[in-house]
């Protein structure tokens, strides 16, 4: 059986795994994302090294700007030092081995949608929360692209929908540029557990204790600064419902495997909704669900982007 190393690479931490034609992960580690890039290529070797003779190929998600055919990294994200980097060719060129890179948001849409929670969704989203906020858009059981809308009535709709109810627009500050929440990275899980931790006095941070604390109930400063959070989340998924129609949104990042996270999005969701008397009922038909592979939905997706353009 074959066998890919597949490799989620975040702001701050890198995961890989060996994955086989079952879907079958092995072999996972976790290392701190390196702050320089010759230690970043250090490590990615040493990882290739590791498994060189047992895989048939290396398949990358990375949270930038990315020539899917070349491997050639524009932006670098959260990781700047990546900028205008042939990560692909490079990787290739060292190793003889095939090389995919796909961006991580559109790697977890790619596994959601091709094996997970929108496997049957004609219109739907995942949004990744990690270190920064990643969207992809998918229907039927594929990335979407912006070029996609030009030839697809789910944009006209979506926007003859949305100016129909202008007034849910004003009342919230809703407008199409508010997806620009994502670039703000208000969503951003690092950045809660950080905060929420400190409100804590925790020597560190600690994502489990701070959904320890929450399930308590007992810090109201704390379920203050959650209830935000979960709210920043709702609005930018009410936005997306409003521009593209979607059928369902699936939330994924390490931090999407708190239920009690889906619970308070959803909470804030519907509260939004509860605001505006003249709101149309098919917006609140929108199941908000974690990702089916949860914080591995990166790995699997390169692995599946790895498949698509190399069998």
Not at 14 to 20: E, G, N, P, T, Y
Not at 208 to 229: I, T
């Amino acid at each position: 059986m074959t066998q890919l190393l597949c490799i989620d690479i975040g702001g701050t931490f890198i995961k890989s795994a060996l994955i086989d034609d079952n879907l079958v992960l092995s072999h996972q580690q976790k290392h701190k994302t390196p702050d320089q890039l010759n230690h970043f290529l250090l490590y990615l070797e040493s990882l290739i090294k590791d498994y060189h003779h047992q895989i048939k190929g290396v398949a990358i998600s990375f949270p930038g700007q990315i020539n899917v055919v070349s491997g050639y990294v524009y932006h670098g994200g959260l990781i700047s030092y990546l900028k205008n980097f042939p990560l692909g060719k490079y990787l290739e060129e060292k190793y003889h081995l095939p090389v995919s890179v796909l961006n991580d948001a559109d790697a977890a849409g790619l596994a959601e949608s091709q094996y997970g929670s929108l496997k049957s969704c004609h219109y739907g989203a995942v949004l990744v929360l990690g270190t920064g906020v990643g969207l992809a858009l998918v229907s039927d059981q594929d990335l979407m692209t912006f070029k996609d809308f030009s030839t697809s009535d789910i944009w006209e709709r979506g926007l003859r929908e949305f100016k129909g109810i202008e007034s849910l627009s004003q009342s919230l500050g809703l407008q199409i540029n508010g997806i620009g929440n994502l670039i703000a990275n208000t969503g951003s899980a690092v950045q809660f557990i950080k905060r929420a931790s400190q409100i804590l006095d925790l020597k560190k941070e600690d994502g489990q204790e701070v959904f320890k604390q929450l399930k308590l109930g007992q810090k109201e400063n704390l379920q203050e600064l959650f209830e935000k959070y979960c709210q920043d989340i709702a609005i930018l998924i009410l936005n997306l419902r409003n521009i593209f129609k979607l059928e369902m949104v699936a939330v994924g990042g390490g931090i999407s495997q708190q239920p009690l996270l889906i619970e308070e999005i959803t909470k804030q969701y519907l509260q939004l909704l509860g605001e505006q008397v003249s709101l149309p009922n098919q917006l609140s038909q929108l199941p908000i669900i974690a990702c089916s592979f949860r914080q591995q939905a990166n790995l699997v997706g390169a692995y599946c982007q790895f498949k698509k353009i190399n069998d």
